[in-house]
């Protein structure tokens, strides 16, 4: 199991939620496949709709030998320990997942944003209700997320968000952060005022050299109009 590559399952062309599972290994270092990068997205659907053990419901998910998982945070507290980007302790670990599972939360808001009505719908089907949405999530819910992230960071010394070091959660924040400030660049300036530390810690880890160096390779896909975050200016008003 130890020798056995990991092989991430997502689409091919947007980052969405299989890019936290992309920054955890990228920053530990780890070798993976990019299975749809490679092979195409139809190797996504063909993996989803096998009737081979517990088929997942939805990408991103991984494989790694005969273990097979679905759901981004389920997938990060299984890789995390393995790669070194959470603590040793069980404390740690599920203080991490707690996070995940937070940031989790405020992606599926700012996807809702664009689709409040239904996903199957394209946004200029919804747009009503999606500039309706977006006042609400521009007006309230970005910045309660953001100051409870703030006042963690706060408790945990300001450097990381756990006191027991880097760990996954702060790629995960700092990307959704990056997301935030792609899709509502507008909003997010009105607010960094109130979240210095993690206007800091964003700048910090996405400066780590393996993120860095990741970011300015082939390997990394831009936001883009068809991920989670998405920039609609008239949702940024």
């Known amino acids: 199991m130890t020798d056995a590559p990991y092989e991430l399952y997502y689409w091919s062309s947007i980052p969405g939620r299989g890019e936290f599972v992309r920054l955890a290994l990228e920053e530990a270092g780890a070798p993976y496949v990019d299975v749809a990068r490679d092979e195409g997205d139809e190797e996504v659907i063909e993996r989803m709709d096998s009737d081979e ?25 299984y890789l995390a320990p393995r790669l070194g980007l959470v603590g040793e302790s069980e404390r740690a670990r599920l203080e991490a997942h707690q996070l995940q ?27 009503h209700e999606a500039a309706r949405r977006a006042r609400h999530f ?24 756990l006191p027991s070091g880097f760990s996954y959660v702060d790629l995960s924040t700092a990307h959704a952060l990056d997301g935030l400030d792609y899709a509502f ?26 993120i860095a160096a990741y970011r300015a390779s082939e390997r990394w896909i831009g936001f883009n109009e068809d991920g989670i975050f998405r920039r609609y200016p008239e949702l940024d008003r």
């Open 101 to 127: 599972l937070t940031s989790a939360d405020l992606v599926a808001e700012g996807h809702d944003t664009h689709h409040p009505a239904a996903v199957a719908l394209y946004y200029e089907d919804q747009k």
């Open 185 to 210: 660049p507008n909003a997010l300036a009105k607010m960094t005022k109130h979240i210095p530390l993690l206007v800091a810690h964003r700048a910090r880890v996405l400066a780590r050299p393996r």
């Open 138 to 161: 521009v007006r309230e819910r970005i910045p309660k997320f953001l100051d409870y992230f703030e006042r963690v960071l706060r408790a945990s010394g300001g450097e990381h968000l």
């Open 53 to 77: 053990g517990l088929a997942p419901f939805a990408p991103p998910f991984l494989v790694h030998g005969d273990v097979k998982l679905a759901q981004t945070a389920n997938i990060l507290l």
